[in-house]
Structure formats: C-alpha cells, structure tokens
T-cell receptor, first 111, second 116 residues
Framework: QKEVEQDPGPLSVPEGAIVSLNCTYSNSAFQYFMWYRQYSRKGPELLMYTYSSGNKEDGRFTAQVDKSSKYISLFIRDSQPSDSATYLCANKETSGSRLTFGEGTQLTVNP | GAVVSQHPSRVICKSGTSVKIECRSLDFQATTMFWYRQFPKQSLMLMATSNEGSKATYEQGVEKDKFLINHASLTLSTLTVTSAHPEDSSFYIC????????????FGPGTRLTVL
C-alpha cells in the first residue's frame, strides 16, 4: 500500500466550476500537508501548506486536512483555464526532511 | 522569495557521456537540497538528500557511483549523471529547503535529460 494515495485523473471541468482534489494517507506521523501545482514540463510550485488538521484559505484555494480520517482536500473555486495542471499532495513527518508525494491529479479546466 | 534555478533546462547527450546539472538557490541559503527524478505521468521519486559540506544520502536503489551529487556551497548543488544510458532519460528536479523553515521545499524548474 502506498503511503499517499491520489486519484491520477484526468479530471476535466468547465471554467467556473468548483474543483475538489483529494488524497488519503496511511502514515499517522504525517504532520505537514502541502499541495503543489505542476505545469507540464515544469517544476512543482508550492500552492498551499497546512500544519496538522484544519482548513486554510488563500484566494480561490482552500486546503482541508482531516487527520482523524487521514484525508486531505484541495478546493479550487471559480476555476480558470490557467488552473489546468497536475496537482500533487505532499506530506511530511515532524522529524526528518522527506516529502512523500501522491501520484498527482491531472486537471483540465475548459474555457 | 525562495527561487530555485536549474541549468540546463534541457540536455541531449550520447550514451556513455556524463552530464552535469546545476541547482541554485537564488535568494536564500539552502543547507539541504534534494534531487528527484520524474517519469512521464508519474510522481516525483526522491533520489538523494544533499547537505552542504557533507556527503549526500541516497535513497535505496539509487546508484551512488552513477549519480554523483556535490553540495559545495549553501546555494549550489550539482548532480552528475555518469556514463549515461537511454534508461537514464528522465526529468530531473531539484529542491531546496530554507534553513529557517525546515518544513517545506521549493523546487527548481527541472532538467529534461535525453540520452540517445
């Protein structure tokens, strides 16, 4: 079993839709939860960062972490064609430096 | 802030040659840098962790003698793919950790290596 599971998609939505991206994980030691956005042939860009459980909002993006169910979500409101990318969830334990990535979900927002 | 650059962005080489990829933190000091490999439509695979002034720590299954890593300064790490073969063709991405913030990493734009 992978430590972090993420549906690879592809996910296709119309412009303006609300997008929900999700990851599940099995390692109870994860305390830091991140979402990265990766455009084709580019390096990942840090989008959202959350410590422990809770919600975090930044503009059109909201990250949610539910440690009790080991479930992580990223919501994108009013999605735009420029949001078309692969979204990777990444988790980290308190100690150490290793990030454990999900497989990534490929999102396409159609104009 | 927290900008990481990589050079070159793309390289094509013949089988048997060595290729060096540079990773630089432009506006911060990075005590730790990481090297990843990514195949098409797959996630990032950590190859090694590089600490400034010390030997890199390689992940299981990564050949130390084939992927040479040097982290000579707080802003520069290099990955050298020695005696490259077509199966080494991949997207190589580095990341750097801000010394004052150890909980996240900032990634470079990646280097696409094609070995003929």
């Amino acid at each position: 079993q992978k430590e972090v599971e993420q549906d690879p998609g592809p996910l296709s939505v119309p412009e303006g839709a609300i997008v929900s991206l999700n990851c599940t994980y099995s390692n109870s030691a994860f305390q830091y939860f991140m979402w990265y956005r990766q455009y084709s042939r580019k390096g990942p860009e840090l989008l959202m960062y959350t410590y422990s459980s809770g919600n975090k909002e930044d503009g059109r993006f909201t990250a949610q972490v539910d440690k009790s169910s080991k479930y992580i979500s990223l919501f994108i409101r009013d999605s735009q064609p420029s949001d078309s990318a692969t979204y990777l969830c990444a988790n980290k334990e308190t100690s150490g430096s290793r990030l454990t990535f999900g497989e990534g979900t490929q999102l396409t927002v159609n104009p | 802030g927290a900008v990481v650059s990589q050079h070159p962005s793309r390289v094509i080489c013949k089988s048997g040659t060595s290729v060096k990829i540079e990773c630089r933190s432009l506006d911060f000091q990075a005590t730790t840098m990481f090297w990843y490999r990514q195949f098409p439509k797959q996630s990032l695979m950590l190859m090694a962790t590089s600490n400034e002034g010390s030997k890199a720590t390689y992940e299981q299954g990564v050949e130390k003698d084939k992927f040479l890593i040097n982290h000579a300064s707080l802003t520069l790490s290099t990955l050298t793919v020695t005696s490259a073969h077509p199966e080494d063709s991949s997207f190589y991405i580095c990341s750097a950790r801000v010394a004052s913030r150890t909980d996240t990493q900032y990634f470079g734009p990646g280097t696409r290596l094609t070995v003929l």
